[in-house]
C-alpha cells in the first residue's frame, strides 16, 4: 500500500500536489525500490517520492476548460497583441546586477 505524506493511501489516478514545487497531477503509476515508495504523475511524466506528495480532494483540482470549449477568439487575441505595439524597453532594462 502507497501512502502519502499524511499516511493517507494513494491509488490510481488519484490527483495528489507535490508539497515541495506544488505540481499536481493524476498518479498514473506506483513503484515501490528499496524500501522507497514513488507515485508517477501525468502532468510531468516524472516520479515523486509519495511520501512528499499529499492527495486532494475533489473540490482541490481545478478543472482546464480548454477541453469543453476549446475556441480561441482570434480577435481578443490580436487587440491584447496590439497592446504590446506601443510597449519598449529602457535601453537599461535587461542589464544584470553584476
Do not use: C, P, Q
Not at 500536489?17 to 499536481?24: I, L
Request: charged share 40%.
Amino acid at each position: 500500500m502507497v501512502v502519502d505524506a499524511r499516511d493517507i493511501e494513494i491509488t490510481l489516478d488519484a490527483h495528489v500536489r507535490y508539497v515541495d514545487t506544488g505540481t499536481v497531477g493524476k498518479v498514473l503509476d506506483m513503484k515501490t525500490e528499496n524500501e522507497v515508495e514513488w507515485v508517477k504523475l501525468d502532468k510531468t511524466e516524472l516520479w515523486y517520492l509519495a511520501d512528499r506528495v499529499e492527495l486532494l480532494d475533489e473540490k482541490d483540482i481545478k478543472k482546464s476548460t480548454w477541453e469543453e470549449n476549446n475556441e480561441v477568439d482570434i480577435e481578443d487575441l490580436k487587440e491584447k497583441a496590439s497592446n504590446f505595439d506601443s510597449f519598449e524597453l529602457a535601453t537599461d532594462a535587461g542589464n544584470g546586477g553584476g
